[in-house]
C-alpha cells in the first residue's frame, strides 16, 4: 500500500501553501476510500462465492473432489432439471473439470515456457535494434487480444485441420460409442492458451532481460564466457523473479479462461484415458472456469447454482494461492540473487 | 469556464429530451430465451409503430430458464421462453404459447443421405447407433453427434420431442456445445456430423452451411408445421407471473391476434392455443 510521506510535498510551496496541504488531505482521504472500497468490494464478493457455492461442498464432502458413478455433464444436468425421477439432485464429482483445468493449464506452461524464453532473449538479446523495434507491439497486442478472438481461430481453424489430419478414422470409429473424437479436444486446449499466455510470458520476461545491468554481461565476456554462456549464468539467473511471476501470472490467465476453452476443448468433462496412447491429447475435457460459462443459463436451479459458484469458489482459491505464492517464490529468487 | 457551461448545458438538454422520452411511452420490460430475442424485437418494433409510440417494449436476452426466473421476480414483465415448464420454473408462472417452432436435424454437407426416421435419430444421440454405416451411409465412418449444455431450451425441447421426455439425457458421448450456432458450425466443419437446431438455424447463407435433412420423409419446414405434417416442433412461450393483466394483458393480446400473427409467420408458425396443447 502506498503511503504519503511529507517529502513528497514541495517543500517550500510558492503561494497557496495552506490550501495545498488541505488539499492533499482531500486527495489523501479520497484515494483511502477507494482503496477501502474495492478491499470491501473484493471481501464481499469472495465471501458471496463461498456462500452460494457451499451447498455443494458440504452436500458431497471430500468425494466433491474424485469422480462420480455418473459423467460430470450428466451430474450438472441432473442439478440443473432434477433427476430422472424428477428429483432433486445434489451430487457433484468434480474431477473431471478440475483435471481438464488441469491439463490444459499444464500443457500450456510446458509448452509456452521454453518458447517464450527463447523469444525473449532473440527479442531482448540478439535481434537487430529494429527488427526487435518491430516485434515489441506485436507481442503486447497479441497478449492485449480479447481470448474469445483466440477461442473462435481455434474453433474456426484449427479444429477443422486437426480434425482432418491428426483423428484416424478406424480410431474414431471404435472408440465413436464412448466419446465423439472431433478437432477440439486437450490438444487444441493446450495450443489455444499457448498462444494465449506466451505473449504475455515472452513480454515479461524481456522487459526483466532489458533490465539486467549491462556491466554484469560485459563483466562475463571480460571473464571469457560467450553470449551463450553469458546469456545463460548470467542474464536468466539475474532475471529468475521475473520468470516466476511471468508464469504464475500466466498460469492465472490459464486457469481463469472460460470463453477460449469453452470453444477449443471439446465440450464433454470427459477423462481422457492415458492407455490411449498419443489419442489422450485428442480426447475432450471440460475445464472448472468454461464450465461455468457454458452452464450459466441455468442459474434459476439453486443445485446447478452451488455448483457452479463452488467451482468459482476452487478458482479463487488456486488463483490467490498462485499470486500470494509468486510474490514468496519471486522475494525467495530476489533475496538468492541479492545475496550471491 | 465557458466550455463547462457549455457541456453543463448540454448533458442537461439530453436528461430533459430522456426524462420526455420516458414519461411518453409506457415501458414493458421483456427478457429470456435468445431463440425469442429477435422474433420478440420485431414485434416490439411493430408494437411501437401501431399504437404510435404509446408503448416501448425492450427485448433482451439471457436464456428461457432466465426469462422464467425473471417473469417471477419482476425483472421481467414478460419473461421469453422456448421451453416448457421444467422443475426448475418458478411456481406461480403463466406460459402463454406464441409460436410454434420447428426443430429441425442437420448433417455435413457431404453427408449423401437422404434422411432419418424419428427412430433413428433418437438411437443416434442414446449413443444406439455410432457409425453411418448402420443409417444408409457406407463409407460414413463414425457419427460424431453434437449436443447442447443442459440447460440449454433446445436440449430440453429436443429430449422432449426426440427421446420421448425431456429428463432423458442426450448421450454423453456428444458434445454438449454452448449455443446453436456453434452445433451448426461443428457440423459444417465435421464430416461425419450432425445435430439439432431450431428451425432459424436452417434458413439464410447460415442454414446453407449445412444440410437440413427430413425426418420420417417430412422436411422441417414452416408450411409442413402448419399442416401438421413435421411434428417435432415446441412452443415459445410469453412467461408471465400470474395470469397477464393491464398493458401487458393488452400487449399478448395483439401478439396473439391476426396482427401480431402477420410479423411472427416470417420467423415461426404464429400459434394461439392453451398449453396444455402445446405440451401434449
Not at chain 1, 468490494?41 to 468425494?63: D, E, K, M, R
Not at chain 2, 432466465?66 to 422443475?87: E, H, R, V, Y
Not at chain 2, 435419430?121 to 444408409?136: P, R
Not at chain 2, 465412418?141 to 433446445?154: E, N, Q, Y
Request: net charge positive; hydrophobic share 45%.
Amino acid at each position: 500500500m502506498a503511503t504519503f510521506t511529507r517529502p513528497l510535498v514541495d517543500p517550500q510551496p510558492q503561494s497557496g501553501g495552506a490550501s495545498a496541504t488541505r488539499a492533499d488531505g482531500i486527495f489523501r482521504g479520497v484515494l483511502i476510500a477507494i482503496s477501502a472500497f474495492m478491499l470491501i468490494l473484493i471481501a464481499s464478493i469472495t465471501i458471496f462465492v463461498f456462500y452460494v457455492g457451499w451447498p455443494s461442498f458440504s452436500a458431497n464432502g471430500l468425494s466433491w473432489f474424485g469422480t462420480g458413478d455418473e459423467p460430470l455433464d450428466i451430474q450438472l444436468g441432473y442439478s440443473f432439471l432434477g433427476d430422472p425421477e424428477g428429483g432433486r439432485y445434489t451430487t457433484l464429482n468434480a474431477w473431471p473439470a478440475i483435471l481438464g483445468t488441469l491439463l490444459t493449464t499444464g500443457g500450456a506452461l510446458l509448452l509456452s515456457f521454453p518458447f517464450a524464453l527463447l523469444s525473449a532473449i532473440f527479442i531482448a538479446e540478439l535481434a537487430p535494434k529494429r527488427l526487435a523495434a518491430f516485434l515489441d507491439p506485436i507481442v503486447s497486442i497479441l497478449a492485449a487480444t480479447p481470448s474469445v478472438i483466440y477461442g473462435l481461430f481455434a474453433i474456426l481453424v484449427l479444429a477443422p485441420l486437426i480434425e482432418q489430419n491428426l483423428i484416424p478414422q478406424d480410431k474414431a470409429e471404435e472408440i465413436s460409442p464412448v466419446v465423439t473424437l472431433t478437432g477440439a479436444n486437450v490438444l487444441l486446449g493446450i495450443l489455444v492458451l499457448t498462444l494465449m499466455i506466451a505473449p504475455l510470458m515472452i513480454a515479461i520476461f524481456a522487459d526483466a532481460l532489458r533490465a539486467v545491468p549491462v556491466k554484469w554481461k560485459e563483466g562475463a565476456i571480460a571473464l571469457g564466457c560467450d553470449e551463450w554462456r553469458m546469456t545463460r549464468r548470467v542474464s536468466i539467473r539475474a532475471i529468475r523473479p521475473a520468470l516466476v511471476a511471468g508464469t504464475t501470472l500466466a498460469m492465472g490467465r490459464a486457469v481463469g479462461e472460460a470463453i477460449a476453452l469453452s470453444m477449443a476443448t471439446g465440450s464433454i468433462a470427459f477423462i481422457p484415458n492415458p492407455l490411449d496412447g498419443y489419442f489422450f491429447f485428442l480426447e475432450p475435457v471440460r475445464t472448472l472456469a468454461s464450465s461455468i460459462v457454458d452452464y450459466s443459463e441455468g442459474f434459476e436451479s439453486p443445485e446447478l447454482k452451488a455448483n457452479l459458484f463452488a467451482f468459482g469458489v476452487i478458482l479463487l482459491i488456486t488463483t490467490a494461492a498462485l499470486t500470494i505464492g509468486a510474490k514468496i517464490a519471486s522475494r525467495a529468487a530476489e533475496k538468492k540473487l541479492g545475496g550471491s | 469556464m465557458k466550455k463547462q457551461i457549455l457541456i453543463l448545458a448540454v448533458t442537461m438538454a439530453a436528461l430533459a429530451a430522456f426524462a420526455g422520452t420516458a414519461t411518453a411511452a409506457t415501458k414493458i420490460i421483456t427478457g429470456g430465451s435468445t431463440g425469442l430475442q429477435v422474433l420478440g424485437s420485431a414485434l416490439a418494433a411493430q408494437y411501437g409503430k401501431e399504437t404510435g409510440g404509446k408503448y416501448r417494449v425492450t427485448v433482451s436476452g439471457g436464456g428461457s430458464g432466465a426469462g422464467q426466473t425473471g417473469a417471477a421476480n419482476g425483472t421481467f414483465q414478460i419473461g421469453n421462453s422456448s421451453s416448457d415448464k421444467s422443475s426448475s420454473t418458478p411456481a406461480g408462472t403463466v406460459f402463454t404459447p406464441i409460436t410454434k417452432e420447428p426443430f429441425a436435424i442437420i448433417v455435413n454437407k457431404s453427408n449423401p443421405i437422404k434422411g432419418l426416421t424419428g427412430e433413428q435419430v433418437k438411437q443416434i444421440f442414446l449413443g444406439q447407433i455410432t457409425n453411418w454405416k448402420d443409417v444408409g451411409w457406407a463409407a460414413g465412418g463414425a457419427i460424431k453427434c453434437f449436443s447442447r449444455v443442459s440447460t440449454s431450451g433446445t436440449r430440453q425441447s429436443f429430449q422432449k420431442l426426440f427421446l420421448g421426455n425431456i429428463n432423458t439425457p442426450v448421450s454423453n458421448s456428444c458434445p454438449a456445445l454452448a449455443s446453436n450456432a456453434l452445433d451448426r458450425s461443428s457440423v459444417a466443419n465435421t464430416k461425419g456430423g450432425i445435430a439439432y437446431v431450431t428451425y432459424a438455424y436452417t434458413v439464410g447463407s447460415g442454414g446453407a452451411t449445412v444440410k437440413t435433412i427430413p425426418i420420417d420423409g417430412v422436411t422441417p419446414t414452416l408450411q409442413n408445421v402448419v399442416s401438421n405434417k413435421y411434428k417435432y416442433w415446441n412452443c415459445q412461450y410469453f412467461v408471465t407471473k400470474g395470469e397477464p393483466a393491464g398493458d401487458v394483458k393488452t400487449y399478448i393480446d395483439w401478439v396473439r391476434s391476426s396482427k401480431g400473427a402477420a410479423v411472427i409467420k416470417n420467423y415461426a408458425v404464429p400459434f394461439t392455443g392453451t398449453y396444455d396443447q402445446c405440451v401434449s
